[in-house]
């Protein structure tokens, strides 16, 4: 019986469901319990973010949920860690390169997954808006390939100037 158990493992790891690379994992929350805000200021402003497990701020595993918004990009970057990503709902495209390419891109289906491997340049976009799980290792970090593309760098706004005050 041992014996039987033995060779009927390797065939249970080789099954179709194992080798798929984008079997998406169930979902780790509802909807309903989530807590949303707008995402860390590493991206681009209009998405938000919820926090499904852990701490994204602090080392270790997390798993956040993001919206993001009709035609959102977020340009060309990496993270020291490998990204895992799931598209829940909407529409959402990718691609891995340091400029972003929409003719290039791949397009991933609601339930499908994309591993983003740690320092690898990618980037991604919407048309119609999309929401997505993001897990991956903390703290989290992103580094745009262009600096000029980080919003965390972006010249704030001028104030509008008074005009000058007329002398007597």
Do not use: C
């Not at 014996?3 to 080798?19: E, G, N, T, V, Y």
């Not at 805000?37 to 926090?51: E, I, N, R, S, T």
């Not at 959102?72 to 598209?87: G, S």
């Not at 703290?139 to 919003?151: E, H, L, Q, S, W």
Request: proline share 11%; glycine share 6%.
């Amino acid at each position: 019986m041992k014996r039987l158990m033995f060779l009927a493992l390797p065939l249970l790891l080789a099954s179709p469901a194992a080798l798929s690379k984008h079997a998406a994992p169930k979902p780790a929350a509802a909807p309903a319990e989530l807590k949303w805000m707008d995402a860390p200021p590493g991206l681009p402003a209009g998405a938000q973010m919820a926090v499904v497990s852990g701490d994204p701020s602090k080392a270790g595993k997390f798993t956040v949920r993001l919206r993001m918004p009709i035609n959102y990009a977020v340009r060309p970057h990496w993270h020291p860690t490998d990204e895992h990503v799931t598209l829940i709902s909407g529409k959402l495209a990718y691609g891995m390169s340091d400029q972003l390419n929409r003719a290039a891109a791949t397009a991933l289906d609601a339930g499908q997954s994309v591993t983003m491997k740690a320092k690898m340049n990618h980037w991604v976009f919407t048309g119609d808006g999309a929401e997505l799980e993001i897990s991956a290792m903390g703290p989290f970090k992103i580094t745009y390939v262009n600096p000029a593309d980080d919003p965390r760098t972006a010249a704030p706004a001028k104030p509008a100037e008074k005009p000058a005050a007329k002398s007597k």
